[in-house]
């Protein structure tokens, strides 16, 4: 997202000039929003619409309150409720948004690219917040914050993202944003779960988690995402979980102290076993959802600036 930029669609192709900004102004709301000082002024008047056609809680949420917070009027459009169910259009919604003038649109679609679609069809500043298995760009953001928080760098990080990588756009987005900010990624995971030619995108690939994770600075967990699994890419739950869910005994593998993430929602017992997932000093599960409200306060933040009537 340049600074000129109108939306945010994708991590790919961003640089670090325009992510450090970013992360710096996220670090500031993280500030404002504990001691309840965040400016209601900034988004006065300004309308947000959080537009999800895929089920979502704590990134709807997250939206929800980022905006609340910095005062604009918020409104959340979920299919269930809206006249998508009567077949109408991507691009008839997108008239309708432009006719409510709506100024920052977030969209969670199943569809990759439907957000990117949108963007060219309304006048509001298009938020992707999860399209199909391509990005999930305020995830990797938020991802990067929380690092960046507690190791004060990434660059010279190594950094093991686990699991499902081939339906993750959360593995998708964090691996374009931490290569460019000079993390070494490895994808760790069953052959069946990593998408081909992967290395392309300047990771390194591991199918064994002693391997994967030796000596890594931040283990990053992902859902094993089975509603978009069209077959049995997994033998079982309870398999998946012996050779590749993180427990005590893996997580130990890791560079001592090594924080473990996951996006949510968790399956424990599955990716992750609830004694790592809880880990009083190592997980930062928590500490994601509530740099994820900063990460999005300051991306409509930054994009008001920049749409139609900024
Ligand atoms: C992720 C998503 O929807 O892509 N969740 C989230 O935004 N917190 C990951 C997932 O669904 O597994």
Redesign the pocket.
Same mark, same amino acid.
């Given at each position: 997202m340049l600074p000129t930029d109108r939306h945010l669609l994708a991590i790919e192709g961003m640089l670090p000039p325009q992510i450090a900004p970013l992360l710096d102004l996220a670090e500031s709301y993280v500030l404002l929003n504990r001691t309840g000082t965040a400016p209601r002024e900034r988004l006065r008047g300004r309308t947000l619409i959080n537009l999800f056609f895929?089920? &979502? /809680? !704590? /990134?709807r949420t997250s939206f929800e309150l980022a905006g609340k917070r910095l005062g604009a009027d918020v409104i959340t459009m979920s299919v269930a409720t809206s006249s998508v169910n009567k077949g109408e259009t991507l691009l008839d919604t997108a008239a309708t948004l432009n006719a409510m003038q709506c100024d920052l649109l977030v969209v #969670?679609h199943a569809a990759s690219g439907a957000p990117a679609l949108l963007a060219r069809k309304v006048e509001a500043a298009v938020i992707n917040? @999860?399209d199909g298995t391509h990005e999930?760009p305020t $995830?990797a953001l938020l991802d990067a914050l929380t690092i960046r928080r507690r190791r004060a760098t990434l660059e010279g990080l190594t950094v093991a993202i686990c699991g499902?990588v081939l339906h &993750? #756009?959360?593995a998708r987005s964090n691996i374009h944003l931490l290569t460019a900010m000079g993390s070494r990624v490895r994808v760790v995971g069953p052959p069946t779960l990593i998408p081909a030619e992967i290395e392309r995108l300047g990771v390194s690939v591991h199918h064994d988690m002693r391997t994967g994770l030796a000596g890594v600075d931040v283990v990053m967990m992902? !859902?094993l $995402?089975q509603e978009r699994m069209a077959r049995g890419l997994v033998p079982s739950a309870r398999e998946y979980f012996r050779f590749y869910g993180l427990d005590a005994t893996k997580l130990a593998w890791a560079a001592p102290g090594a924080l473990v993430m996951h +996006? @949510? +929602?968790m399956n424990r017992g599955v990716e992750i076993s609830s004694d790592v997932a809880d880990h009083p000093t190592q997980s930062v599960i928590r500490e994601q959802v509530e740099m @994820?409200v900063a990460v999005r306060m300051a991306v409509l933040d930054v994009l008001s600036r920049h749409g139609a009537n900024g």
């Open positions: 895929e089920d &979502s /809680t !704590r /990134t #969670r917040a @999860g999930h $995830q499902d &993750s #756009r959360v992902l !859902r $995402q +996006p @949510g +929602p @994820g």
